[in-house]
């Protein structure tokens, strides 16, 4: 087992490994094959199968600026669906606060619950806004 381990260091040493846009298009990959068996559709498996073979062949990759410059474009273009995301779960686990995501700047603002429809100021850039807690 040692050596299958030191033979996997070896083999992945300079190549890029995984990120968050592999995991996305894995992720993706599953579900459209899930879609695809569930639906029987030809097409939607070969789909499911390139996106697969993108994210191995970018996890393979010894190109490690251009697949970093990629997932940084990733994140950036996703950044709102994530941030928003983390403002639902937030607010799920938190029974007392809600959590809210300003228009303006994008910060998470925190505000209490069970109080009607409140007025909240942004710390970050002052902006207020009218939110139902």
């Known amino acids: 087992m040692k050596k299958m381990r030191e033979w996997m260091y070896r083999f992945m040493y300079g190549r890029y490994g995984s990120d968050q846009l592999n995991m996305t298009l894995i992720f993706s990959a599953l579900i459209m094959n899930f879609a695809a068996i569930l639906l029987r559709s030809f097409w939607l498996s070969v789909l499911c199968d390139v ?77 207020t806004f009218v939110r139902r807690s």
């Open 51 to 127: 996106l697969f073979l993108c994210a191995v062949y970018r996890m393979f990759s010894r190109n490690i600026v251009k697949r970093s410059l990629e997932n940084r474009k990733f994140m950036d273009r996703t950044a709102g669906i994530r941030r928003r995301w983390k403002a639902f779960n937030l607010t799920r686990k938190d029974r007392a606060n809600r959590y809210s995501v300003c228009p303006k700047c994008s910060q998470i603002v925190r505000y209490p619950r069970h109080r009607g429809n409140i007025e909240v100021i942004c710390p970050k850039c002052g902006t």
